[in-house]
């Protein structure tokens, strides 16, 4: 069988609100040292990616419900040629979708276009499909 999946993409993380969100990306900036990547949005709708080497990122927002129960992490990514193709086998084995393949433009600063599709795996983890055009 072919390798369908590239690589592993980013983490997402949720801060729950935005001074949450600031204490993270100094956490991630000026604690651990990485890099700020691309920054777009604002409110409770901003986003920061941060390189964290290997090509792999982490993706934090801001959007998190402040008083909940965390959810530090939201989901993984990962890349693909073919991100129809991981939906339909994803499915055909049983689990749910939660966001059908959809292109997509993320209005970060360069603007990144995508084809992206998100499911739910074995665990309950959110598995985000992604290839960058």
């Not at 983490?11 to 651990?32: D, M, Q, R, S, T």
């Not at 934090?60 to 339909?88: M, N, Q, Y």
């Not at 992206?116 to 795996?121: L, N």
Request: proline share 7%; glycine share 10%; with cysteine.
């Amino acid at each position: 069988m072919a390798k369908l999946i590239k690589a592993f993409l980013h983490v997402a993380i949720k801060a729950p609100g935005l001074e949450a969100f600031k204490e993270a990306c100094n956490f991630y900036e000026n604690v651990l040292g990485l890099e700020p990547l691309s920054h777009w949005g604002e409110g409770l709708d901003t986003y920061q990616m941060y390189d964290f080497g290997n090509g792999g990122t982490i993706e934090l927002s801001a959007d998190g419900v402040p008083g909940e129960e965390p959810e530090s992490i939201h989901h993984f990514a990962l890349e693909t040629d073919d991100v129809d193709l991981c939906v339909k086998k994803v499915t055909e084995a049983g689990y749910g979708v939660w966001l059908a393949p959809m292109d997509n433009v993320i209005t970060s600063d360069p603007p990144v276009p995508v084809r992206m599709a998100f499911c739910i795996g074995p665990c309950g983890e959110k598995i985000e499909f992604m290839k960058y055009y």
